[in-house]
């Protein structure tokens, strides 16, 4: 089979279970507190990748501890920022704001490419970036500039913001740092050193501020959170950067946005509003100018 229809295929499937974790971060943390909720969903996700994995990772301890230092920094950025952040955003704002708000990451990578690895970067798609932007403000400011003078913002707004970025990083990363293990004991390591990463904030969370009650909406919450936007989103995630590399794999953001809009009408009656459509075309116009001159300067 045709190794670009596979890994567009996955383009297009993938974000339906992304985006599932839109309904975690504004659901979820009805009934588990956030930082709770993104570790024990990483812990579950660890534990049922190390049982299938345990005898590959035993056989395999000397190329584990040589990647031990890399793949903390991926299970920082992927499991521990990616993790805490949205489920922090959820209790202030919406999910087609995260969504839209989410897909600020492509700007991200683009950007940690051209300054960390030196990739090209271009004037369109300079004018390409401040689109995507203005998009970004305008949900931001939710079409009221008066917001910007008085800095008044909904603070979920930029916890979606910080995911995006260490989503950006963990992508960047991810794609740069080649791994001599295979797909899912690698996998594996990055989960198990998210949620050891996230372990001290959960402490103090559940010590000082709320406390998990572990009854059966916890175990119905962690379990979706584990599987859907966990193991499965993440593998296909893995498996798009294998088959497109890391810019275009990015783009599975902005259908991320759409399936998120739809969760957020479907399951918590949210309503579209004219800036969300205005955000929208800004920053799907970007991209458009971003990845036409990308193709135009891989046919030259």
Known sequence: MNKNFIGYFLLLFQPLFMASNLIVARGGVDYVPPISLSFWRWFIFFFILFVFNFKYLTKNYQIIRNESKRSFF??????????????????STTIV??????????????LISYFIFKDKINILQI??????????????????????????FASGDFWMLGAALGWAIYTVMLFQWKSKLSFFPRLTLIS??????????YFVEHLYF?????????YYWILFAAISPGIIAFSLYTLTIKYLGPSTTGFTLYLYTIYGAFYGILFFSEILENYHFIGTILVFFGIYLVRKKSKNEIKT
Do not use: H, R, W
């Open 127 to 152: 004018i390409g970036l401040l689109f995507c932007l203005l998009g970004v403000f305008a949900v931001i400011l939710k079409g009221n500039i008066n917001l910007l003078l008085e800095l008044q």
């Open 97 to 110: 704001n995260m969504g839209i708000l989410y897909t600020s990451s492509p700007i991200f990578i683009i």
């Open 192 to 201: 198990f050193f998210g949620f050891l990463s996230i372990l001290p904030f």
């Open 210 to 218: 709320q406390k998990t009650l572990f009854d059966k909406n916890f």
């Open 74 to 91: 991926l299970g920082l950025t992927g499991c521990g920022i990616c993790g805490i952040f949205p489920y922090m955003a959820g209790s």
